[in-house]
């Protein structure tokens, strides 16, 4: 399963910066597959243990301040492993070949 989400801590000011690096550092820290870009962090892993990972980065930013949004996308494909790297190789060998 592959998860892409976002969590951004709301009532703590403008620069959400710092909370969210804590809630990548817990990714991160995780030992899943995992890439952050500006909008979403994508981990891929079995069901229990991506939602652990979703649910401490949510609990840091709680931590932290007194609301948090979460923003949550899944793709679940019981049996494929590596598709975090795979699909995104499949749409650059289609690129490849214009």
């Known amino acids: 399963m592959i ?11 403008v ?7 804590e809630a990548v550092r817990i990714v991160r820290a995780s030992g899943l597959p995992n890439r952050t870009d500006a ?9 229990d243990e991506v939602m652990a ?10 931590a932290i ?3 948090c949004s979460l923003v949550l996308k ?4 019981p049996g494929v492993t590596d ?3 795979s699909k995104v190789e499949t749409v650059e060998r ?3 070949e214009e």
């Open 74 to 77: 899944a793709d679940i494909r």
């Open 65 to 67: 301040a007194p609301r």
């Open 3 to 13: 998860i892409a989400f976002s969590v951004t801590p709301l009532g703590a000011g």
């Open 94 to 96: 289609y690129l490849a």
């Open 83 to 85: 598709a975090m790297t």
């Open 15 to 21: 620069d959400v910066g710092r909370a969210v690096a």
């Open 53 to 62: 990972v979703v649910k401490a980065a949510t609990d840091i930013i709680l």
């Open 39 to 47: 909008m979403f962090t994508t981990i891929e892993g079995e069901w």
